[in-house]
């Protein structure tokens, strides 16, 4: 059922969302489909478009964010891009409770690129990792942090402008994975001012896999020199001269060959949707909603790894079982209630479609469950 829908940590939905991404795709398909030359002429404003709601959300300059297939891919794009005396010899920063792909893509780069990827560890018995320690662990040799604003398995929120000004004083990139909290939670890149910004449009934002976004502080954009490079990556995409060759002075360097623009137009209504509602009602939503299952996980005696104050915590309540969520996940879902698990972390995340009685559904299914 719709409205006990908790996945907002994972795809999102908003109300007539199957409509609207039928449409988007029947638009593409009718124009692809012409045997005429109009292409690109309607493809290329609506990846615009897509960009430019996301400059909005971000408030990021004019010329600072453009398209990347996922975080993991925009986090390659700007580490391989930065001058190789910026890393070699150094640290890059990261902590225990990162995304799992971002790890994985710093510790095959590491060896190439010349730096250390350091992990900032967990406290004994703890769900998260601390602000202080992740900022005890951030010296001078850091070239490049990447913090995580909202963690996937615990929803525990960073003190970001704490954390992004103890990286200036050591005189650090600051990067931030904004994931699990876009389009819930407001964020400005200009406040605090980070170097570079990766995200998707899944989630919150209730858009399509492929559709991920790269910004990256114009300050920052010149030094970068993008390994990945073609002809969109020029000024001007249709100068064929291959003597003259030079990349674009914003982030249009970031941008190779063709681009695929298909994620970007399927996620584009949903963007649309987004930027039409009332996001302070939408947060309030989420807080009455998730303020009652933290309520009703810590009457059934439920191991709560959440964060209990709300400047600590994203929009997600996530849950430590005894044993495998998998089992809870698929009795919650016979009874027509939507949630995930990682490992023994059930995930429960409410937003827009999510109604008071879908909530109260899963409150009286984790009751099912605490008195097997």
């Given amino acids: 059922m719709q409205d006990a829908y908790f996945l907002y ?5 908003y109300p007539g969302k199957t409509a609207d991404l039928s449409r ?3 638009d593409f398909a009718a124009v692809w489909g012409a045997t005429n030359d ?3 002429d309607w493809l290329l404003p609506r990846r615009a ?13 004019e010329g600072s964010v453009t398209t990347a297939e996922n975080v993991t ?10 001058p190789p005396e910026r890393l070699r010899g150094k640290r890059v920063l990261i902590a225990a409770d990162c995304f799992p792909s971002n790890h994985f893509l710093l510790t095959g780069l590491q060896e190439r690129l010349g730096f250390t990827l350091d992990t900032v560890p967990m406290r004994q018995g703890a769900s998260w990792v601390e602000d202080e320690d992740f900022a ?16 996937s398995t615990t929803s525990s929120r960073i003190d970001l402008p704490a954390l992004v000004a103890h990286g200036r004083r050591m005189g650090s990139l600051v990067g931030v994975d904004i994931t699990q909290g876009a389009g819930l939670l407001p964020f400005d890149v200009m406040a605090p001012k980070v170097d570079f910004t990766v995200t998707t449009s899944l989630k919150w934002m209730c858009g399509t896999p492929g559709a991920g976004i790269l910004h990256v502080a114009p300050h920052l954009i010149a030094d970068c020199t993008p390994e990945l490079r073609g002809w969109f990556s020029q000024p001007d995409p249709f100068n064929w001269a291959l003597d003259r060759f030079a990349l674009a002075p914003d982030i249009r360097r970031f941008d190779n060959g063709t681009p695929g623009c298909m994620a970007a137009i399927a996620s584009l209504p949903a963007l649309d949707w987004h930027a039409a509602q009332d996001h302070a009602a939408i947060l309030a939503g989420n807080r009455r909603q998730t303020a009652r299952l933290m309520a009703a996980a810590r009457e059934l005696g439920l191991d709560l790894v959440t964060p209990l104050a709300e400047a600590r915590r994203g929009g997600s309540v996530m849950l430590r079982l005894p ?8 009795l919650l879902r016979g009874i027509g209630i939507s949630t995930d698990g990682r490992g023994n972390i059930l995930r429960a995340s409410p937003g827009v479609v999510t109604t008071d009685a879908g909530v109260e559904a899963l409150v009286e299914g984790l009751a099912r469950h ?3």
Wanted: proline share 7%; charged share 10%; glycine share 4%.
């Fill in 9 to 13: 940590h994972s795809i999102g939905q």
């Fill in 24 to 26: 988007a795709m029947a």
């Fill in 38 to 40: 109009a292409q690109w």
């Fill in 49 to 61: 478009a897509f960009i430019d709601r996301w400059r909005a959300i971000l408030n990021a300059p």
């Fill in 73 to 82: 891919q925009a986090v390659h794009m700007i580490l391989t891009a930065l």
């Fill in 136 to 151: 005890a662990q951030w010296g001078p040799d850091v070239a490049v942090a990447l913090l995580t604003w909202v963690s």
């Fill in 323 to 330: 044993g495998p969520a998998a089992p809870v996940v698929t």
């Fill in 370 to 372: 605490a008195r097997q």
